[in-house]
């Protein structure tokens, strides 16, 4: 009785886990695995994949670095001269809101958010001129109620929000205005913005009170422990946020409160009152990876379980080049991707409910005799089908002509239609080579719901492997571009702007430093620990894949790293009106 209900306090804690946190939820698409498996086909020797895979994520921060040390490098008069005595502010406000509003426009023209055209060139415009009517705006502010504007960034932010989403719908053209499906689109994407936006509210409050904590350790030390459960229910609002673009999830979610919760850590480390916090905030984090390796482990052990039905070939090593091969050559009708919910594929073949392949490469290949039958007799057996057809059928493909008025009608317009399915190569069925494969052969010792729950646990396996790449990375390389940052700016004039930087002397500045980059190498450490134990326990690629990550997805995580690097490092000088005891003293002079 006593075990029992041990584990069932078990089981109740691990679904609470589980439900709580958005690293174990979803899985990859089919589209993505695919993309991923030929991306890892590509790859060369791996001393130089290494060195690539090095130089693209330690120079992936660089763009937004360099937006922060130019716009900081103008020299700035004191606020007390007034909107009209500070012109390069203005001009540097130009710089930074040009920038964020690039940001923001950036990646709506990602395939999985919304099918727009991209116009480079009105793309710049577009951004130039919504950054001018705002630093117009925030001037004429300014000058009605006195300067700096008290917490400018937030109580203007309405006004620019306001001007993107007229600059955007000028933007997109009347054939995506027209579309039903893009309006959806763009409207999810919206209310994902806004979503994000309560970072910007959130995470300065939690510094505020960190900081009047100073003074009792004891009173930080309980609030590091309100971080995680912070982070926790920011990650499950963007969660829900993002449904629209789910192979976008572990971006949005890592490259914006990861990257947010990385730069306050950082800023908390130099107003730690003891040791004890910052061990507090390096356990969490290494606490939380370990969660998320045991259970990456729970999905393995049942990949596992499919590979010795398939032969000794079959290995973790092979896992996503079987799944892509099955992706590729099998029929994927309905491929249940994550609970109660149904990734319909090309739907070709209406009987069949599970994964059946597709023998016949294109029609005119169902015309040669003989060729059917020599495919199936090498298996004596096939997988049946809940209706009782066997799972090996020839699809019902429609004429060649119709695919031709599909092309042409997709041509024609300016956004192709979900509906319409163009045949892709990776829908054709195995040639004769590849039936002769390794592959081929082992796949058939699998029925067509193992060959399901193969591809869904690999799937499942990826999305996972990324969540945990993406949450290091930018826990390795926030710190560093945080030290990078005040290290530069502490040797520039408008060094005095900035109260955290004026008031600290250089035996100071070397203490912050060094205590950032402590907790950056222990990062870095925990880092290379999980690259080690994907590489050798779970025989992936974590390197090539944070690769494909950064450089598939690069206008996502370059847009987050300048919005919210840029936000956060800038949020403290005095022209933007920061002040968190609420008092603005030079607004009564």
């Not at 900081?72 to 606020?79: E, N, S, T, Y």
């Not at 599970?354 to 495919?375: F, H, L, N, T, Y």
Request: glycine share 4%; aromatic share 12%.
């Amino acid at each position: 009785m006593f075990w029992r209900l041990v584990c069932g306090a078990y089981g109740a804690c691990w679904r609470t886990w589980y439900a709580v946190h958005v690293e174990h939820k979803g899985a990859y698409s089919l589209e993505r695995l695919q993309m991923l498996h030929t991306f890892l086909d590509q790859q060369k020797s791996s001393a130089a994949t290494v060195i690539l895979n090095f130089n693209v994520a330690l120079g992936t921060p660089v763009p937004c670095l360099v937006i922060a040390l130019v716009s900081d490098a103008i020299p700035l008069a004191p606020p007390e001269n007034g909107p009209r005595g500070n012109v390069m502010f203005w001009a540097r406000s130009w710089l930074i809101m040009g920038s964020f509003t690039l940001a923001v426009l950036l990646p709506m023209h990602h395939p999985g958010i919304a099918p727009i055209r991209e116009r480079r060139v009105l793309l710049y415009l577009l951004s130039a001129g919504i950054s001018t009517v705002y630093t117009g705006f925030h001037f004429a502010v300014a000058l009605a109620i006195g300067f700096p504007v008290p917490f400018s960034y937030l109580t203007l932010n309405i006004v620019w929000i306001s001007l993107l989403v007229a600059g955007l719908w000028v933007y997109v053209g009347p054939a995506c205005r027209a579309s039903a499906f893009v309006r959806q689109r763009l409207k999810a994407h919206a209310i994902y913005i806004y979503a994000a936006s309560s970072l910007a509210v959130v995470y300065p409050l939690f510094y505020y009170a960190f900081l009047h904590a100073r003074e009792h350790a004891s009173a930080q030390f309980m609030l590091t422990f309100a971080l995680p459960a912070l982070k926790m229910m920011e990650k499950l609002l963007l969660y829900r946020t993002t449904c629209h673009a789910p192979d976008l999830q572990p971006v949005f979610i890592a490259f914006n409160v990861e990257v947010f919760n990385a730069l306050f850590v950082s800023s908390c480390m130099q107003n730690a009152a003891s040791v004890s916090v910052t061990v507090a905030l390096m356990v969490a984090d290494f606490m939380g990876a370990c969660a998320a390796l045991y259970g990456l482990r729970n999905i393995m052990l049942r990949v596992d379980e499919l590979n010795v039905k398939m032969g000794p070939d079959a290995t973790r090593a092979r896992m996503l080049e079987i799944a892509g091969f099955i992706a590729k050559h099998h029929h994927l009708d309905r491929l249940v991707t994550q609970r109660g919910s149904v990734e319909s594929q090309h739907s070709y073949s209406k009987n069949a409910s599970a994964v059946a392949p597709w023998i016949i490469g294109d029609a005119s290949s169902a015309d040669k005799p003989g060729w059917v039958e020599k495919v199936k007799n090498r298996n004596n057996k096939l997988s049946v089908v809940n209706d009782g057809k066997t799972a090996i059928d020839q699809p019902n493909f429609p004429p060649k002509n119709a695919w031709g008025k599909k092309r042409l009608s997709a041509k024609k317009s300016a956004i192709i239609p979900t509906e319409i399915s163009v045949p892709s190569p990776f829908n054709r069925g195995p040639s004769v080579e590849e039936i002769t494969s390794n592959s081929f052969q082992m796949v058939e010792m699998l029925t067509a719901e193992e060959r399901q729950q193969f591809v869904h646990e690999t799937c499942r396996v990826l999305r996972r492997v990324e969540f945990l790449l993406l949450v290091e990375y930018t826990e390795v390389m926030v710190p560093l571009v945080y030290v990078i940052y005040i290290a530069t700016v502490y040797h520039l004039p408008n060094r005095k702007f900035f109260p955290y930087l004026n008031e600290m002397s250089e035996a100071d500045l070397i203490n912050t430093i060094c205590s950032v980059l402590i907790y950056g190498t222990l990062q870095l450490l925990s880092f290379i620990l999980l690259l080690v134990a994907l590489n050798r326990r779970f025989q992936l690629a974590p390197g090539t894949i944070l690769r494909f990550v950064l450089g598939k997805e690069w206008r996502v995580v370059q847009s987050q790293f300048v919005l919210w690097i840029i936000y956060v490092l800038q949020s403290s000088i005095q022209h933007v009106g920061t002040d968190y005891t609420f008092k603005f003293r030079w607004l009564q002079k």
